[in-house]
Every structure is written in structure tokens, then in C-alpha cells.
């Protein structure tokens, strides 16, 4: 039987084999038209060839989108019969667009797949508001869920500063549902995320001793919603840089930072405001003697940079416009699209050397610092250490464990089976890749791992 020819909905994979550029061809179908299909068991021509499927098959095929498409998707992943021929058929659908695979975006040329260039991806997100599908979405949560005192403290401050109207009583749901933030007795994804006493978002810290971030001389690990955590990050930061005192007039004295605080505070604004929080996610600051670096689980726009955003003015392209929104009525966003413009004028000012990198999924910008840090004291108790120390072994030895069983593993499948970030999971490969117990055969993608 013969299925047709493929089109810009429609592709045909003769096997399993072909995995990999299969999850390129649903994010250009995704992209363009927001829906598709492919086989797998059918030849390009439209040939049903059919292919052998196991009782793991269907399982690795819905792992592999689940690993590879972000934002995340749901498709329909089914056995069917054609002709006597087995085939996988999956089906699949998203509005949140523009769709990466492996972190890199495609669109679809009539029965192509093509990548897409920095500008074509630019004009996609502008002209895209992907974010309230996710954020609009109700939880099963009501008030018993908020925060009030983070809520009240949100509100005095947006009050304060011009941005919001002061209620003739104040109310928490009112204010709630004002802001976007809850409905039908619901709070939706970010409101949820924003003001939950549930405690829905992971902030890690560490100030490490070297710039190999083995032993550390501070630690944490709070878990939180957005509104406090910025706060709190924020003052980590303060907290653990140098300050010089210089004289002022009279007898005043000025403290300096070594990095402008006006900088950090819209990086660490940032990294709140700008992640994905629709999967395992943890925020972290980690502080070295060289640098300070603020990492978020959320993908940079392809080919683009936070330079290019401060120089050349680039328009804002938010990924939470919902989040944004609130955090603009505390002042906490100035205003959209200026954050990068304000962090590099503080940084050019003050001859503050900063960098970015993108890494699967996650986003760091970094301060560079120019001296060793000194004058901070230690607070971290050795059974705190000794109980970090014992959390790494047991994720490492999960690693080690599911590698033998399966060598073909990838970071991200293993972050979901141990249920951690894909970037813890990348430490635990390089803690046993470091101590010979295992070693990357092939590329990334399309590699293994030799167990020993």
C-alpha cells in the first residue's frame, strides 16, 4: 500500500533508526502549521515497508520527543497495521511556537526540513506570545495555596511605587484576579509559580573555594515561588562579593561593590522571569573566585545574545509575558526589553567584564570578577557538606546503575528516570567519566556510553 507523497503535515520514516532527525522534522511541522504526522515503517516515496516493533518501541519514540521538542508537546504515539505491515504512527499538536529540537529550530519547506537563520527566528518569537498557553493554564490550587504575606508584600510595594491603584480594602483574590493571576477560584501556572506557598521553585546556591567548584565554602538550597526567591537571590549575591569603602564627603564613608547591584538585581530578575518551569527545574548562583554566575532553565533565543539585545535594541521576546506583567506592577521588571541595555551600561560604567553561554535547555550569564574573593566567612556546617557529598554519590551511583542496563542513555532521559535537572545529571557523567567508570563513545546525539 502506498500512503501518498509527504507534505508540509505529512512525513514518512522507514525506521526507528532515523529517530534523531525525526524530532527535527515535528518541530518544522510544529512551527509552521502547529500540527502534523509521521510514520515511522513507510519509505519516503509513501511505500508502507512496515519495521519490527517491540514491546519498548512506542516507549522510546514518546522519550525521545519528550527529550528533544521544547517547549514540551503530547503526542499521540500508536501501533497500526497496514496491510499486514507493522508501523508507528504518532500524531502531534502545540500553539506554543517557535518549537526546538535538540535546541535548534527548524521550519518546514513544503516536504523539507530546514533550519532556521537568527533573523527567521527573531521574527517568529516577536510575532508570537507563547507564553500564555502555559501560564493561562489552571492548577488545582485556590487561595489555601497563596502566599499572603508575599502577596501583601508585592502589593505595598507595587502601590508604592506608582504602578498599581490602591484598593479601597484590600484582597488578596481581588488582587489575584486583577493581575491575571486566578480565576474560577483557580490560580493559573503563574500565579502559582509567582505567589504559591507550595514552595514550586528551586533556587541553589554555592560560593566554591576554586573555579573547579569541587569543595565550597557556602551552601544552599531554598525552595520557594519567584517573588521571594528573587529576593533572596539577589541578597546572596550581595552578601558574598567584595565591597571597598571609599572615602565620601565629610566624614562619610561609601561602600563599593565590586559588580553593580543594580546589574545583578536585573540578571537575577532575569533568570526568574525568562525560565521554563514546565519540566525538573532549578535556578542556581554559583560564586567562585573569578566569577559570578546566575543560570536559568530556559533556552536563549537561537543566534541571538544579550549583547545584541543591549546594543543593537533588539525588541523583547518574553517567554512568561504573564510573570513579566506582575513583576513590572513591583517594579521588579523595569520596563520589557530594557533589562540587558541597563546590565551592560552598569557593567561598561564600572569596567565589569561579563559573558553568557547556552547549554541544552539552560541559560548562564556571568560577572567576572577581578580579585579573589576574601573576608567571607564560612557557614556551612560539615554535616551539611558531608550530606551534599552523600546526595552526589547516590545520583552518580543511579547513573552508573541505568547506563549498564542501557549505555544508549542520554543526559535527558536519565535526568527524568532519576528525577533530577539534566544538569545535575551532567555532573554525576563527569564525576564517573573523571574516576573511569565510564567513557562517551560517538557524538552527543548519536553516541553511547562504554560502562566498565
Sequence with gaps: MNLGIESETLEFKKTTGELEKAMDNIASMLNKHGHG?????VSPNGDVTGQQISASSLDDVARKIKEAIKPMIYPE???ETIDGKDVIRVDFSGQEKPYSSFGRYYKRVFDRTEEMTPDELKRMMAETDSSSYWENHLTNFGMEAVDEKALETFY??????????????????TLLTGLGLFENGKLNNAGYYLFSNRRPVTLKLAVYVTDERINFSDIDR???????????GFSYIKEHIDWRVEKGEGTSRIEIPEIPVDAVREIVVNSFAHADFRGITENE????PTRVEVYNPGEFPSGLSPEMFARQKIRSMPRNRVILNALYKSKDVEMFGSGFRKVFYFCDKYHVKVGSSSENGGFSFVFYRDKSMKDVTPNVTETVAKKDDEVKIATATKVYML??????????SLAI???KTARTIQRALDKLSGEGKIKRIGSSRAGYWEVF
Design 37 to 41: 504526522t509521521l510514520y515511522f515503517g
Design 77 to 79: 504515539v500508536k501501533k
Design 156 to 173: 505595598k510595594k507595587a502601590v508604592s511605587c506608582g504602578r498599581l491603584e490602591r484598593m479601597a480594602e484590600y484582597d488578596g483574590e
Design 222 to 232: 531554598i525552595d520557594d515561588n519567584i517573588f521571594n526567591l528573587i529576593g533572596k
Design 285 to 288: 548562583i554559583d560564586i567562585t
Design 403 to 412: 547506563l549498564k542496563e542501557d549505555p544508549t542513555q542520554t543526559r535527558e
Design 417 to 419: 528516570k532519576v528525577g
